[in-house]
């Protein structure tokens, strides 16, 4: 039996992407269609929850990585979702993939959209986690309530996560306490936290994608697994079931008691379904 090797420990490698390196990692099987991590706002490799990524990488190929500007990669991050699907596509190709499943959350929910709409043939399958479509109720606001919570972070001093990505029940605050305490399981060659200058790039092109004209998104064939908690402040809750129901394949799963980080709430749950949907 093979051994994977868990994301606290793979190495960080670097592709050549047109002349800029990119940061990823690799893990899990070789065989089968890999799955490509699409990352939120502010995220760096560190900030997947290793319980998704290595419960997925159990079965599937997992590819995690740092887009243009973000992290240990180079160059400098766009401001605009289009723009930052493009450069994801690059470095799709630039790994040799030409067929692919996207795991996008939030920020990384919108560039997998566009993705599969611009490049159908390379997206078999498509899991949007606390994501919602373009010129979705509330996301036009991220920037206001981000700064908000990461004020508040800074006052209480806690992660900015421990408000944005849970409720504030009992339950959630635990949930939170838990998922902070993992993401500093890896100890070795820790991903550099993203600049000043992209995250601010990145919140102008949340704030486009917010303001953006209402996308057609019966064009997206390929099936989709949407999840999100019930109570996600960040993307509100009901874009993600304007996404299942506007998308021709999609299912839904709502996590109860649950904000944006309802996928790493709810990892068991979710490695579990996501593995079922991709295997189907």
């Given at each position: 039996?093979?051994?994977?090797?868990?994301h606290?420990?793979?190495?960080t490698?670097?592709?050549?992407?047109?002349?800029?390196?990119?940061a990823?990692?690799?893990?899990?099987?070789?065989?089968?269609?890999?799955?490509?991590?699409?990352?939120?706002?502010?995220?760096?490799?560190?900030?997947?929850?290793?319980?998704?990524?290595?419960?997925?990488?159990?079965?599937?190929?997992?590819?995690?990585?740092?887009?243009?500007?973000?992290?240990?990669?180079?160059?400098?991050?766009?401001?605009?979702?289009?723009?930052?699907?493009?450069?994801?596509?690059?470095?799709?190709?630039?790994?040799?993939?030409?067929?692919?499943?996207?795991?996008?959350?939030?920020?990384?929910?919108?560039?997998?959209?566009?993705?599969?709409?611009?490049?159908?043939?390379?997206?078999?399958?498509?899991?949007?986690?606390?994501?919602?479509?373009?010129?979705?109720?509330?996301?036009?606001?991220?920037?206001?309530?981000?700064?908000?919570?990461?004020?508040?972070?800074?006052?209480?001093?806690?992660?900015?996560?421990?408000?944005?990505?849970?409720?504030?029940?009992?339950?959630?605050?635990?949930?939170?306490?838990?998922?902070?305490?993992?993401?500093?399981?890896?100890?070795?060659?820790?991903?550099?936290a993203?600049?000043?200058?992209?995250?601010?790039?990145?919140?102008?092109?949340?704030?486009?994608?917010?303001?953006?004209?209402?996308?057609?998104?019966?064009?997206?064939?390929?099936?989709?697994?949407?999840?999100?908690?019930?109570?996600?402040?960040?993307?509100?809750?009901?874009?993600?079931?304007?996404l299942?129901?506007?998308?021709?394949?999609?299912r839904?799963?709502?996590?109860?008691?649950?904000?944006?980080?309802?996928?790493?709430?709810?990892?068991?749950?979710?490695?579990?379904?996501?593995?079922?949907?991709?295997?189907?």
């Amino acid at each position: 039996m093979t051994m994977i090797t868990p994301h606290q420990d793979v190495d960080t490698r670097t592709v050549d992407v047109g002349g800029t390196p990119f940061a990823y990692r690799d893990l899990g099987p070789r065989t089968g269609v890999p799955v490509v991590f699409l990352n939120h706002l502010a995220a760096v490799l560190d900030n997947w929850d290793p319980r998704v990524v290595d419960g997925i990488a159990a079965k599937r190929r997992v590819i995690t990585f740092d887009n243009r500007g973000v992290g240990a990669s180079g160059g400098a991050t766009p401001d605009s979702i289009a723009a930052m699907a493009k450069d994801a596509v690059a470095f799709i190709r630039a790994l040799g993939f030409d067929e692919v499943d996207l795991l996008g959350l939030s920020m990384g929910g919108f560039v997998a959209q566009v993705i599969a709409e611009r490049e159908p043939r390379l997206v078999r399958k498509l899991i949007l986690a606390g994501t919602g479509p373009a010129g979705g109720k509330g996301i036009d606001k991220v920037t206001a309530l981000t700064l908000a919570d990461m004020a508040r972070g800074a006052l209480t001093f806690r992660d900015a996560k421990y408000y944005l990505f849970f409720t504030r029940t009992a339950n959630g605050r635990s949930h939170a306490r838990a998922f902070l305490k993992r993401l500093k399981e890896r100890t070795n060659n820790r991903d550099k936290a993203i600049s000043a200058r992209s995250f601010r790039a990145q919140l102008k092109a949340i704030s486009g994608w917010g303001r953006h004209e209402p996308a057609d998104l019966s064009g997206i064939h390929q099936p989709v697994f949407v999840a999100n908690g019930d109570q996600d402040r960040m993307v509100p809750t009901g874009n993600s079931t304007d996404l299942a129901r506007r998308l021709p394949n999609a299912r839904l799963e709502i996590y109860p008691d649950a904000g944006h980080g309802g996928i790493f709430q709810n990892h068991a749950e979710f490695v579990r379904q996501a593995l079922a949907f991709l295997a189907e």
